[in-house]
């Protein structure tokens, strides 16, 4: 039998399986949603494996909480549109511009919200430049990122991995690879927090990461270099401008976010789960086990990859409309009670990455830096510990991540690291995509202001996590 959802910002009838205890459509947001979002899923996914959610106040969406009809909607390009200009009630004016998830779910002239021939051509700007990255280069430079932050919390024996390491690691990653000056990074920083937050202002958030970004694509259009901004604009795809700004918000997104939710999430499951707590007591580091569990059960991305029906269909037997958005569970379709085995170890077939044409195109890259982040750390304080019970840390809300709030632990006090290797710029021998003409790009000598700069760029971080944590 087909089950029908409901259209626009209706709400089902009593005895719809999408109300929840208190008779109202299940939430995506909100405190008990962050504490247990396994709850939710659970409710949902007893009466089926799509069912309608309100993902903020009046903002209505199809949940896919099944592994095999999450991986029919995002392997099916011919019957489900990544294009939000389909969204009904969006157009219409039935969900209002300054909801909290607009930005998140908006149309953005990039590679994510595109098909077809579109698609083809931004995504490949965005995996030919990604591929001209030097790995073990990339590597080293996050060995040196890490180790500065460490050098920063040693003396102290403790502090909050997630807002002194975990969050800054991957915009110090970030501002490497596009080439990003200290000042343009505050803004994208501050604007990309934003919007992925459900308690800020989303259209503040989405107008400073905007002129961040128009900044940084005016500053590499005047002097190009070799990060991967100046390697887009000199791509044979010849984005504008326009162009370039919403591509470098989709990486930048993707890029800093999920990687520090990432991060974050393996370090809790490393100091808190036996599994993995035991074996670091041996003096052996599961880390790759680790980030394996963290993207089957817990990924940094929980809820997202929105598509639109190109008409009304069914989907696992609910019928779903055209023009109403299709949310993939990532996490619910991840621990489907109907996968078989329980072997996660090695096991790369989680939809955390998503799937189909809209792949995460820098997943390896992405994985590296959480990697060597968590053994870095690991390896520099092997006594360390979380300075509350696990099931004390919160979680902060919002329909798309899986993100805490924060991490604090304790170690005994140690030194700076031992560097006897002189600091060079990581980018020197990319490894160039055949399908790409070289760019008329060079790397200029840090100039004798660069610690000034640095200086600033510290100081920018850390008055942007003040303001973050008194949200």
Same mark, same amino acid.
């Given at each position: 039998m087909t089950t029908p959802l409901p259209v626009g910002d209706a709400v089902p009838p009593p005895g719809?399986?999408?109300?929840?205890?208190?008779?109202?459509?299940?939430?995506?947001? +909100?405190?008990?949603f962050a504490a247990d979002p396994l709850a939710s899923y659970t409710r949902l996914r007893a009466h089926g494996s799509v069912a309608p959610v309100e993902m903020a106040p009046g903002v209505h969406a199809a949940l896919v909480t099944g592994y095999g009809p999450a991986l029919e909607v995002l392997r099916s390009p011919e019957r489900f549109s990544k294009d939000p200009r389909r969204w009904r009630a969006l157009a219409d004016g039935t969900v209002p511009a300054d909801s909290p998830v607009v930005p998140m779910m908006m149309y953005r002239p990039n590679a994510l919200w595109a098909?077809?021939?579109?698609?083809?051509?931004?995504?490949?700007?965005?995996?030919?430049?990604l591929g001209r990255l030097d790995p073990n280069a990339l590597k080293g430079y996050v060995e040196h990122s890490a180790d500065t932050l460490?050098?920063?919390?040693?003396?102290?024996?403790?502090?909050?991995?997630?807002?002194?390491?975990?969050?800054?690691?991957?915009?110090?990653?970030?501002?490497?690879?596009?080439?990003?000056?200290?000042?343009?990074?505050?803004?994208?920083?501050?604007? #990309?927090?934003?919007?992925f937050d459900a308690d800020t202002d989303s259209e503040k958030a989405n107008a400073v990461l905007t002129e961040g970004v128009a900044e940084l694509v005016a500053l590499?259009?005047?002097?190009?270099?070799?990060?991967?901004?100046?390697?887009?604009m000199a791509h044979?795809? +010849?984005?504008?401008?326009?162009? #370039?700004?919403?591509?470098?918000?989709?990486? #930048?997104?993707?890029?800093t976010e999920p990687q520090q939710n990432l991060i974050c999430n393996g370090l809790r499951l490393l100091l808190s789960?036996?599994?993995?707590?035991?074996?670091?007591?041996?003096?052996? #580091?599961?880390?790759?086990?680790?980030?394996d569990e963290v993207l089957w059960s817990d990924p940094p991305i929980a809820n997202y990859a929105v598509h639109y029906?190109?008409?009304?269909?069914?989907?696992?037997?609910?019928?779903?409309?055209?023009?109403?958005?299709?949310?993939?569970?990532?996490?619910?379709?991840?621990?489907?009670?109907?996968?078989?085995?329980?072997?996660?170890?090695?096991?790369?077939?989680?939809?955390?990455?998503?799937? +189909?044409?809209?792949?995460?195109?820098?997943?390896?890259?992405?994985?590296?830096?959480?990697?060597?982040?968590?053994?870095?750390?690991?390896?520099?304080?092997?006594?360390?510990?979380?300075?509350?019970?696990?099931?004390?840390?919160?979680?902060?809300?919002?329909?798309?991540?899986?993100?805490?709030?924060?991490?604090?632990?304790?170690?005994?006090?140690?030194?700076?690291?031992?560097?006897?290797?002189?600091?060079?710029?990581?980018?020197?021998?990319?490894?160039?995509?055949?399908?790409?003409?070289?760019?008329?790009?060079?790397t200029a000598g840090e100039p004798g202001s660069a610690n000034v700069a640095r200086q600033r760029w510290w100081s920018s971080l850390a008055r942007w996590w003040q303001r973050r944590r008194a949200m």
């Open positions: 719809c399986p999408a109300h929840a205890g208190d008779g109202d459509v299940e939430r995506l947001y +909100g405190p008990e098909d077809g021939d579109d698609h083809r051509r931004l995504r490949g700007a965005i995996t030919d430049s460490i050098d920063r919390i040693g003396p102290k024996g403790r502090a909050d991995l997630l807002g002194e390491y975990g969050a800054v690691l991957p915009l110090l990653v970030f501002n490497q690879l596009f080439g990003c000056p200290p000042d343009i990074g505050d803004k994208l920083v501050e604007g #990309m927090s934003g919007i590499k259009r005047d002097q190009p270099g070799q990060d991967v901004t100046s390697w887009m044979p795809a +010849g984005l504008t401008d326009e162009e #370039m700004m919403h591509q470098l918000v989709l990486l #930048m997104g993707a890029g789960d036996d599994r993995f707590a035991g074996d670091l007591a041996g003096g052996s #580091m599961p880390v790759e086990d680790a980030i029906p190109r008409h009304d269909l069914e989907l696992d037997g609910t019928l779903v409309r055209e023009g109403e958005p299709i949310v993939i569970s990532l996490a619910a379709a991840n621990t489907d009670p109907g996968l078989a085995g329980d072997r996660r170890a090695g096991n790369r077939a989680h939809l955390a990455w998503s799937a +189909g044409p809209h792949t995460c195109p820098a997943k390896g890259p992405a994985r590296s830096i959480a990697a060597v982040a968590l053994e870095k750390l690991l390896d520099r304080l092997p006594d360390i510990e979380l300075e509350v019970p696990v099931e004390e840390l919160e979680w902060r809300q919002g329909p798309f991540h899986r993100a805490l709030a924060a991490l604090p632990v304790r170690f005994p006090p140690i030194g700076p690291a031992d560097r006897t290797a002189a600091e060079s710029d990581w980018i020197t021998d990319p490894v160039l995509s055949a399908s790409i003409a070289p760019a008329p790009t060079s």
